[in-house]
């Protein structure tokens, strides 16, 4: 699967964790992963991946930042929202919201 860009452009930063995530894609490509930038300072990133099944949040976690060690310190901290969820979680999911139903940035 492509990995998606749903609202607005792409900037240097997204296109940066863009990169890393399709490395991430090559090596999971079942994965879904959606990267948007809300406002001028918060990157949003959802990963819908079957393989985080029966793992927990930190092993989660601990996956996806390997990922993202190619990518720079200051590009790292415009990630402000960082949604790992296994497919039968979205329903159940609040921060899953963000993505479907995105609140507007008043920045």
């Known amino acids: 699967m492509a990995i998606r860009i749903p609202r607005g452009g ?4 997204i296109e940066s964790v863009k990169r890393a995530l399709e490395t991430y894609q090559r090596d999971h490509p079942a994965a879904e992963i959606d990267i948007y930038r809300q406002d001028s300072v918060s990157g949003l990133v959802r990963i819908i991946d079957p393989d985080f099944t029966d793992m927990s949040r930190v092993e989660r976690n601990d996956l996806i930042w390997k990922y993202f060690d190619q990518v720079s310190d200051d590009d790292q901290g415009d990630i402000s929202m960082l949604v ?6 979205t329903s159940r999911s609040m921060a899953n919201l963000e993505f479907e139903d995105p609140v507007p940035s008043r920045l």
């Open 10 to 13: 792409s900037d240097a930063v």
């Open 84 to 89: 790992l969820l296994a497919p039968d979680e």
